[in-house]
């Protein structure tokens, strides 16, 4: 994913004929993932609201990474603190199985 | 003195537990806060829920959350006393006042944003009533949302 960004961005900057390349590879579409928090404007991330934190814990009870959620960096330290407090009070498990 | 900061405690009694014993608890928190000057700001029952997981064999809980004032060194007090009592089965304690600042701050700082942009463009401060329709309408609409982040987020990271 990384890497496919750096080279649509050198391409935009590259010769003519590389940016067509790179244009027609880009016809299938990649749904850009975008930050939850930064999209909805929610500026505070509370342990409290397990409705807000319950989609960044998949079934195993894991924090969700986010090169799979989307969320910016520093939301998803926030998202981090705000899904271990509420582990911490028994709103949210720890591991399920 | 030292300065006053906000901290949040939630503990978790057991659901079968009489409201005297909940009581009992309150004041025995109340105690702890008055000694080290602070105060109470509010106290909210959050009631019978289900734990997550087990503690001590109990599978649901009676949530209490108190927002209290004060020292730091308030909490190490709060926390000791709170170990010992045992009906409280598990409680936390956190410092709030910050992140909420924090928060505060970028609001008001969106907010103006906002208010700066629309003036330029010769427009009033605030949105007014149908805009506000019109956005909740466009939310309604998932490809709208999408559509508009794409713009928004394609030159982070």
């Given at each position: 994913m990384?890497?496919y960004?750096?080279?649509?961005?050198?391409?935009?900057?590259?010769?003519?004929?590389?940016?067509?390349?790179?244009?027609?590879?880009r016809?299938f579409f990649r749904r850009r993932r975008v930050?939850?928090?930064?999209v909805?404007?929610?500026?505070?991330?509370?342990?409290?609201?397990?409705?807000?934190?319950?989609?960044?814990?998949?079934?195993?009870?894991?924090?969700?990474?986010?090169?799979i959620s989307g969320?910016?960096?520093?939301?998803?330290?926030?998202?981090?603190?705000?899904?271990?407090?509420?582990?911490?009070?028994?709103?949210?498990?720890?591991?399920?199985? | 003195?030292?300065?006053?900061?906000?901290?949040?405690?939630?503990?978790?009694?057991?659901?079968?537990?009489?409201?005297?014993?909940?009581?009992?608890?309150?004041?025995?928190?109340?105690?702890?806060?008055?000694?080290?000057?602070?105060?109470?700001?509010?106290?909210?029952?959050?009631?019978?829920?289900?734990?997550?997981?087990?503690?001590?064999?109990?599978?649901?809980?009676?949530?209490?959350?108190?927002?209290?004032?004060?020292?730091?060194?308030?909490?190490?007090?709060?926390?000791?006393?709170?170990?010992?009592?045992?009906?409280?089965?598990?409680?936390?304690?956190?410092?709030?006042?910050?992140?909420?600042?924090?928060?505060?701050?970028?609001?008001?700082?969106?907010?103006?944003?906002?208010?700066?942009?629309?003036?330029?463009?010769?427009?009033?401060?605030?949105?007014?009533?149908?805009?506000?329709?019109?956005?909740?309408?466009?939310?309604?609409?998932m490809d709208?949302v999408m559509e508009s982040g794409f713009r928004?987020g394609r030159?982070?990271?």
């Amino acid at each position: 994913m990384g890497d496919y960004e750096k080279e649509s961005r050198g391409g935009r900057s590259g010769g003519k004929d590389k940016k067509d390349d790179k244009s027609g590879k880009r016809t299938f579409f990649r749904r850009r993932r975008v930050c939850k928090f930064c999209v909805e404007k929610i500026d505070y991330i509370g342990y409290k609201d397990v409705k807000l934190l319950s989609p960044f814990i998949p079934e195993r009870g894991k924090i969700q990474p986010r090169r799979i959620s989307g969320v910016c960096a520093t939301h998803q330290r926030a998202l981090q603190t705000a899904i271990k407090r509420a582990r911490q009070i028994a709103l949210i498990p720890y591991t399920t199985d | 003195m030292s300065t006053v900061r906000q901290y949040e405690l939630v503990y978790i009694v057991p659901p079968d537990s009489t409201e005297d014993q909940l009581a009992d608890v309150h004041k025995q928190v109340a105690v702890v806060v008055e000694r080290f000057g602070g105060t109470i700001e509010k106290s909210e029952p959050w009631g019978r829920r289900r734990l997550a997981y087990e503690i001590n064999h109990h599978r649901e809980g009676t949530y209490v959350l108190d927002v209290i004032n004060g020292p730091g060194a308030l909490t190490a007090e709060l926390d000791r006393r709170l170990r010992t009592i045992d009906l409280v089965i598990r409680h936390m304690v956190v410092r709030v006042d910050e992140e909420l600042a924090i928060a505060d701050r970028s609001k008001s700082r969106r907010k103006e944003a906002t208010s700066r942009r629309r003036v330029r463009r010769g427009l009033p401060p605030e949105p007014t009533e149908t805009e506000l329709n019109r956005r909740q309408e466009e939310n309604d609409d998932m490809d709208g949302v999408m559509e508009s982040g794409f713009r928004g987020g394609r030159d982070r990271d």
